[in-house]
T-cell receptor
Framework: DAKTTQPPSMDCAEGRAANLPCNHS???????VYWYRQIHSQGPQYIIH???NNETNEMASLIITEDRKSSTLILPHATLRDTAVYYC?????????????FGTGTRLTVIP | IAGITQAPTSQILAAGRRMTLRCTQD?????MYWYRQDLGLGLRLIHY???????GKGEVPDGYSVSRANTDDFPLTLASAVPSQTSVYFC?????????????FGPGTRLTVL
């Protein structure tokens, strides 16, 4: 799987949109972009994923650039409960799990 | 639906002792995984299993073994624990095929080896 680069930390005001960037310049054509988050002391939680089109669900939106070398996770109205470490992962489907790579993620702090 | 359960929640273990961390899922997922997470580091894959009866090595497999006798259970064994195995261990499962490979994680086991 391609490696990802994320800023180590970000702050966001409560109620504002949180935009978390991720660079994946070596992504392959069959690799998806996944986002997970980990709230303190809990197991990671799936947020959203996409291949090349922008995606939206009840939690967030995922914007993938046309060249697929970067993406942005958007939390439209951040709350204090969104404070967590956010992981961007790229991986292909239907391959063995021996190439999963979580990285160190971005620590998002939502400020009251 | 419970999802993924792990046991124990936490454990303090003397070095040299054998320990098995338990993981059970009720989602009938074909793939299961074990990760460890150390302070300041992201999750690192220890072992995985794509389907019952098969296992594979991840990024940091040394000192650990796994088995996958059935779909639901994926125990992780430390044959002779060492202090460097002090960590938080997460089990996960996924139903990888086609257009999605979302992983679902358990609550974790906090292990301290003295």
């Amino acid at each position: 799987d391609a490696k990802t680069t994320q800023p180590p930390s970000m702050d966001c005001a409560e109620g504002r949109a949180a935009n978390l960037p991720c660079n994946h310049s070596t992504i392959s054509g069959n690799e998806y972009v996944y986002w997970y988050r980990q709230i303190h002391s809990q197991g990671p939680q799936y947020i959203i994923h996409g291949l090349k089109n922008n995606e939206t669900n009840e939690m967030a939106s995922l914007i993938i650039t046309e060249d697929r070398k970067s993406s942005t996770l958007i939390l439209p109205h951040a709350t204090l409960r969104d404070t967590a470490v956010y992981y961007c992962i790229v991986r292909a489907h239907q391959t063995g799990a021996n190439n999963l790579f979580f990285g160190t993620g971005t620590r998002l702090t939502v400020i009251p | 639906i419970a999802g993924i359960t792990q046991a124990p929640t936490s454990q303090i273990l003397a070095a040299g002792r054998r320990m098995t961390l338990r993981c059970t899922q009720d989602m009938r997922h074909n793939a299961m995984y074990w990760y460890r997470q150390d302070l300041g580091l992201g999750l690192r894959l220890i072992h995985y299993s794509n389907t019952a009866g098969t296992t594979g090595k991840g990024e940091v497999p040394d000192g650990y073994s796994v088995s996958r006798a059935n779909t639901d259970d994926f125990p992780l064994t430390l044959a002779s624990a060492v202090p460097s195995q002090t960590s938080v261990y997460f089990c996960a499962s996924s139903d990888w095929a086609g257009h999605t490979d979302t992983q679902y994680f358990g609550p974790g086991t906090r292990l301290t080896v003295l």
